[in-house]
């Protein structure tokens, strides 16, 4: 089995269901140099769905600890296995469990939304199928959407003023825009009842 030269993507983090930030490596047989980082709307196994944005630091970090702690694990996993089994014992294994603990981790707890920003997105994605905050689209995409809010208006939603005003601050830059979304997220009380009104709204329509 010959060693892989491409690409890949990994360093998946913030995942919201099947939606994620990825970063795109140059590899030979592990990840070595990050060349873009993704919002992924869903992972196809041999690619994904989405649109590049800004190189995520977090994203690649982890991308780099995970395959990091995965090499160690078998690194150390080998060494101890070679050892001659009369001189072989538990605290040969020592190393090989910790790094498998840390590559666990790193793996399946680092990287993911913390609950403010989780209820965030998911107020999003009610609202616009989309968790992505509008921060990180594409200025035509935060547009479009943008657009598609201010055709269907709630207008005594604090959950839909939120979302647009966000969206307005993103287009235009706007600090007004911008307080206005924190004063709607503040009347949301954490995100929760304007998730459950907006996600109640679109099975009605």
């Known amino acids: 089995m010959g060693i892989k030269i491409g690409t890949v993507f ?3 983090v913030d ?4 939606e994620s930030i990825q970063t795109k490596f140059f590899m030979i047989g592990v990840p070595l140099i990050p060349m873009e980082s993704f919002f992924v709307l869903r992972d196809r196994g041999n690619g994904v769905d989405g649109f590049p944005i800004p190189l995520n630091g977090k994203s690649v970090l982890l ?6 702690a995965f090499i160690a694990a078998i690194i150390a996993g080998v060494m101890a296995m070679v050892t001659p089994s009369y001189r072989r014992g538990p605290a040969d294994f020592i190393v ?3 790094a498998v603990v840390a ?3 790193l793996t399946f707890l680092a990287g993911r939304p913390n609950k403010a920003s989780l209820a965030r997105r998911l107020v999003f994605k009610a609202a616009t199928g989309i968790s992505a905050t509008p921060d990180l689209l594409p200025s035509h ?12 208006p709630m207008q005594d939603s604090a959950a839909w003023r939120f979302v647009a005003s966000s969206y307005q601050a993103r287009i235009e830059n706007s600090e007004q825009a911008r307080a206005a979304a924190e004063v709607a997220w503040a009347q949301l009380g ?3 009842s ?3 009104s907006l996600v109640a709204d679109d099975q009605n329509r």
């Open 103 to 105: 590559w666990g981790l």
């Open 190 to 192: 954490g995100g929760a």
């Open 141 to 152: 995409v935060a547009s479009e959407i943008h657009e598609s809010l201010q055709k269907n």
């Open 63 to 68: 991308a780099y600890l995970r395959w990091g």
């Open 15 to 18: 995942q919201v269901g099947e």
């Open 10 to 12: 990994t360093g998946t």
């Open 96 to 98: 090989a469990g910790i």
């Open 194 to 196: 304007g998730t459950s």
